[in-house]
Antibody, heavy 119, light 109 residues
């Protein structure tokens, strides 16, 4: 059974960079036809796709966040990571990592991790 | 890239059927059969319920079904049960980007 687990700081200061890692177990991150994505959910609000990466490094990002987002993959560790720069309070959210079949179908999700942006 | 439009809330009694709509444009919902639906219980991660408009993943009850007409996709839940009370999100895919709907809160009366 595939399992995804987010990890990273739960508190980030304004203007700094948010960094999260998703560790995948129970399956290879290098499997074809699957992208690995980040989705976030501000408290009490809806889901927002941040971006997704293929094991080869091909990346697609939400145009509204594109300039601040870096997504990378480490196949040797079966992990992928998110960096979001210049954060503000509006970036406070639960951040989920998920597997995306053909990029668009998120069939396995991590439990999510709350990241608060505050000084 | 605008969010897809969903009703904020819907409700129904046990045993009834309800439908949640998801409206986009000809560039996303209307242009491709790439609509998915997710169920989210409070404090939990979303769960995939329907993909590519009308396909159910293994393990999802056949009480859940999806359809599409023009720029609007729909999720229908038949034989409503208390456990179906949750938030539901649609998503679509276009130009290598994913967009979600604003979410619909389903209340089982």
């Amino acid at each position: 059974q595939l399992h995804l687990q987010e990890s990273g700081p739960g508190l980030v200061k304004p203007s700094e960079t948010l960094s999260l890692t998703c560790t995948v177990s129970g399956g290879s991150i290098s499997r074809s036809d699957y992208y690995w994505g980040w989705i976030r959910q501000p408290p009490g609000k809806g889901l927002e796709w941040i971006g997704s990466i293929y094991y080869s490094g091909i990346t697609y990002c939400n145009p509204s966040l594109n300039s601040r987002v870096t997504i990378s993959v480490d196949t040797s560790k079966n992990q992928f990571s998110l960096k979001l720069s210049s954060v503000t309070a509006a970036d406070t959210a639960v951040y989920y990592c998920a597997r995306g079949a053909q990029l668009r179908v998120f069939d396995y999700w991590g439990q999510g991790t709350l990241v608060t942006v505050s000084s | 890239q605008s969010a897809l439009t969903q009703p904020a809330s819907v409700s129904g009694s046990p045993g009834q059927s309800i439908t949640i709509s998801c409206t986009g444009t000809s560039s996303d919902v209307g242009g491709y059969n790439y609509v998915s639906w997710y169920q989210q219980h409070p404090g939990k991660a979303p769960k995939l319920m329907i993909y590519d408009v009308s396909n159910r993943p293994s393990g999802v009850s056949n009480r859940f079904s999806g359809s599409k007409s023009g720029n609007t996709a729909s999720l229908t839940i038949s034989g409503l049960q208390a456990e179906d009370e949750a938030d539901y999100y649609c998503s679509s895919f276009t130009s290598s980007t994913v967009v979600f709907g604003g979410g619909t809160k389903l209340t089982v009366l």
